[in-house]
């Protein structure tokens, strides 16, 4: 799992960074309509579900672990954009259920791959600490899904910033290892 995913840095990389602006534009447009939201956040999961099937398909010759998380995932994300964009006209609750939905299965899987990640790579705790945010996040908009619309708004645009700058911090972590790994498969062999 470890090899797949340092090779596919870039893709984590391109999640982190949708998310990212995913966020900016939720709190820089703090008014924004339910509509405008539906289909940023319908547009975000395409992307986000697109790339972590991706990298479950690409990454298929490598060693090191199931990617079965990647693939539910990304049908998660894909399932969850569609419905969005296919019901543009969906209320504010509805969308906060499918967030919050979409929040904990993915917050759950990411978890879960964390633990599987820790058998190769010490130290791990970006992905756990996605994960967790994701299913707090997720808890969240279960618990109070009354909250104002202009709360939801912010409260949606700060977790995909936290979210993003999680999964960047991992991208470049995997990418560092990425080229370590090269670097030692170059080197001459000892005797």
Known sequence: MLETLARNWWVVGIRGAAALIFGLLALIWPAITVLVLVALFGAYALVDGAFALGTAIFGRGATGGSRGWLVVEGIAGIIAGILT????????????????????VTGVLEIVAAVRLRRELRHEWLLALGGALSVLFGIVLIVWPAAGALAVVTLIGIYAIVFGVVLLALAFRLRRLGRGAVAGSQRPATA
């Open 85 to 104: 964009i296919m019901w543009p006209g969906i209320t504010a609750l509805v969308l906060l259920w499918l967030i919050a939905a979409w929040a904990l």
